[in-house]
């Protein structure tokens, strides 16, 4: 069975620094790419970032700079992590795989339950 | 980047009545385009992928239609577990942008 579980949520202060770890079961995560992507209090989805499973990455202008998404193959896992966090940041965070059809198409077609990040003094 | 823009922001509708989600794509995105759909508390759910096609275990009610820049979501007959918000989003090229969502309620 296909799963996805993130953690490292909490309360961080404006500044700080969080390490989002999304366990992986069902699959490797080597072979797919693999996404973040957040969703405010009360707003829509937002797109994070995503890593290629050649390892590529790529950033929302968000967060570019400041985010940085990573896998460990070994451990079959998925992290993020947020440095000089900010109050908009506030969001929870979930962690999506992405896989492809035939023809190329991609999608995030499995989800983790999310975890909540909130930034505040 | 390309902006998706969705309309409506929200659409009251009943239960077996035929209801139209529009999203459009600042450019064109080809078929690149998915639609997943959030029940409150939840994570999204993959609804249709490549524009037009339902992903696996969603029931045939749900369909998609467009290309380039103008894709729609309709529902043939609303049952109670589709209110809910609706999504689309580009997988064209990074950033992977969604829509702002589409809030359907009874």
């Known amino acids: 069975e296909v799963q996805l579980v993130e953690s490292g949520g909490g309360l961080i202060q404006p500044g700080g620094s969080l390490r989002l770890s999304c366990a992986v079961s069902g699959f490797n995560v080597s072979v797919y790419y693999m996404s973040w992507v957040r969703q405010a209090p009360g707003k829509g989805l937002e797109w994070v970032s995503v890593?290629?499973?050649?390892?590529?990455?790529y950033y929302a202008d968000s967060v570019k700079g400041r985010f940085t998404i990573s896998r460990d193959n070994s451990k079959n896992m998925l992290f993020l992590q947020m440095n000089s966090l900010r109050a908009e940041d506030t969001a929870v965070y979930y962690c999506?795989?992405?896989?492809?059809?035939?023809?190329?198409?991609?999608?995030?077609?499995?989800w983790g339950q999310g975890t909540l990040v909130t930034v505040s003094s | 980047d390309i902006q998706m823009t969705q309309s409506p922001a929200s659409l009251s509708a009943s239960v077996g009545d035929r209801v139209t989600v529009t999203c459009r794509a600042s450019?064109?995105?080809?078929?690149?385009l998915n639609w997943y759909q959030q029940r409150p508390g939840t994570a999204p759910k993959l609804l249709i992928y490549a524009a037009n096609t339902l992903q696996s275990g969603v029931p045939s009610r749900f369909s998609g239609s467009g290309t380039g820049t103008d894709f729609t979501l309709t529902i043939s007959s609303l049952e109670p577990e589709d209110f809910a918000t609706y999504y689309c989003q580009q997988t064209f090229t990074t950033p992977h942008n969604f829509g702002q969502g589409t809030k359907l309620d009874i």
């Open positions: 890593i290629y499973s050649g390892g590529n990455t």
């Open positions: 999506a795989r992405d896989d492809f059809d035939g023809s190329g198409y991609y999608m995030s077609d499995c």
């Open positions: 450019q064109t995105v080809y078929n690149y």
